[in-house]
Structures are given as C-alpha cells and as structure tokens.
C-alpha cells in the first residue's frame, strides 16, 4: 500500500513518499503512473524521504522527474520535504538541520510551519562539474540552437542549469528554446532552462523549462542558478527575489566562496493512498 503527501512550493508539485522505515522501490513505470494527471496523482517531481547514508545528515532525500528519471537537487521540493519532516515531528521549528540531497548535503531552518530557508551550498560554475562542455570556464557562453548562437550561464546547484537573459532573444520563442536547451547535446546530463528578465539589481522574473518535467510553474534550483550567474556577472545585488509564476522565493548570496540561501513557501495539499495498481 503506498501512502503519500501531495505537496507544493509555489505551484511545483510533489508527491512525497514516507521511505523513513520502508524502502524506495518505485520503478520508472511506475513513477510515471502516479505522475500521470489524469490516471495518477500528478507531480512535477517524486520525493522519497529516506534514512541519511551521509551520519552528519538528519534524513536524505531521493527527487525524480515525471518522465522517472532522477535529479540530483530540488530547491522547492527540499522545502517540502522540511515542512513534511516538521509535521511528522522529526524537525523542529527555528532548528538548523542538514539533510542529504543525492548532490549531497544542504541545511534546512523552519522559519514557520510553511516557510522555509535553505542553505543551498555554492554554486559550481566549473563546466565539468555542470557538465557542460566548454573549453574553459566563463560568465557566458555561445550555443548553437537550431543553428544561430544564443548566450548562456551554466552552474550547477547539484543539478545542471542553463540560464538565458529573455532580452538576448531577439524573435526567438522560449516555448522552442527551452525543450532545445534542456536536451542540447553540450548538456551531458541535460539541463533545467531558466529566461529571466532582471527589472533591477533586486528583483527578477524567472520561468523554467525543466529537465524530465517540462515547464513548471517555480524552479527553486532554478532561482539559485539565475542568481548565482547574474550575480557573479555583477548585475545584482546581494539579495534578490524571483518571481516565478507560481509566485516569490527570495535568494541571497554574497558571491564566490560563500554558499546560496534560499528562502520560500512549502504547502501541504492532501495525504492519499496509491490504488492504481
Ligand atoms: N523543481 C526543482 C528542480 C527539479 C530539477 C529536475 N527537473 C532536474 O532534472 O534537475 C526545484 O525546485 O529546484
């Protein structure tokens, strides 16, 4: 019998699966069953709460795509996975605990039961570590998409983002270039594509074309990435807020050296129980 939490941060939905005394045994079938919005329950990512593997760390977390495949951080969904812990009562509120993401470990503080702030570790611009193929590092890279060059950031937030400046695209549509992008062959892994427009050193507007989920209505690792590429470019302050179109998470980050926080909603939707097999 699988029992389950549907959860939110921002409109990016989550199916949250209790893994704490009984093993993750999804298959990629079957996590594409409960994706499905209409046979299934429905999510943008699948989350399995599970015992830590790393001792310095509370819990870990699994995250899978729609499509089953897995991805190595979720900005929303650890989030959730905070408030779902505190409902539980495995975490407490104003408590600073790191839990294990498969990317690795991240800390997690409750501000209140449906707001939370992440320290995200620091951004990985190194193209290996993206993967992105470059022959060296830089703040901009040109693609070819389709045939012409598009500029792009690449970082990694313990999963691989593409962040492109909306004013650099002249007539080109993001509905083509963001399914373009997440699966460009200079992206090993594939990437999760971010169009943002910068209103000023404080404030920006994001959506994200996701890597195995398609377009979802907030990105958390998404903000991260957009953040981290603008600010390391000089064009924003230490804090900004990002307005996806699920709604705001606010981000901070001094710069290189330092690690990323972000801070947002988590909501609970309802508990069910999988009857569809
Ligand atoms: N929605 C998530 C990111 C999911 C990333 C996933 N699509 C990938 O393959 O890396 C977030 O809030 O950060």
């Known amino acids: 019998m699988l029992r389950f939490s549907k959860m939110h941060g921002l409109g990016n939905d989550f ?36 015992p830590a593997r790393d001792p310095s760390c509370a819990f870990y977390y699994g995250i899978w795509n729609t499509d089953g495949s897995p991805s190595g951080q979720c900005g929303n969904g650890v989030r959730c996975v905070a408030a779902w812990l505190h409902r539980a009562g495995a975490l407490a509120l104003g408590e600073a605990v790191r839990l294990e993401s498969p990317s690795g470990p991240v800390t997690v503080r409750l501000l209140t039961p449906h707001e939370v702030t992440v320290d995200m570790g620091e951004p990985a611009f190194a193209p290996a570590r993206v993967p992105f193929a470059a022959e060296a590092e830089t703040d901009r890279y040109l693609i070819d ?15 691989p983002h593409a962040v492109v400046m909306a004013d650099t695209l002249a ?12 699966t460009h062959p200079r992206f090993a892994e594939g990437a999760n594509t971010g169009f943002v427009r910068r209103f000023d050193r404080g404030h920006l507007a994001l959506r994200v074309h996701e890597r195995g989920a398609g377009w979802t209505q ?29 709604g705001a998470l606010r981000i901070a980050w001094p710069g290189p050296g330092h690690t990323l926080w972000m801070t947002g909603p988590a909501a609970f939707v309802f508990d069910g129980t999988w009857l569809a097999d």
Not at 145 to 159: F, H, R
Not at 231 to 238: A, K, L, N, Y
């Open 15 to 50: 199916v949250v699966l209790d893994c704490r005394t009984t093993p993750f045994t999804l298959d990629v079938a079957r996590i594409r069953a409960v994706a499905n919005r209409r046979t299934g329950v429905g999510f943008d990512q699948l989350l399995s709460v599970e």
């Open 145 to 159: 998409v389709d045939g012409s060059a598009l500029e792009i950031g690449a970082v990694s937030m313990g999963n």
């Open 171 to 182: 007539d080109r549509l993001p509905e083509r270039l963001g399914p373009a992008l997440s």
């Open 218 to 246: 907030a990105c958390g690792t998404g903000a991260c990435a957009a953040m981290a590429v603008l600010r390391r470019r000089g064009e924003v302050d230490e804090q900004v807020q990002v307005d996806l179109p699920g």
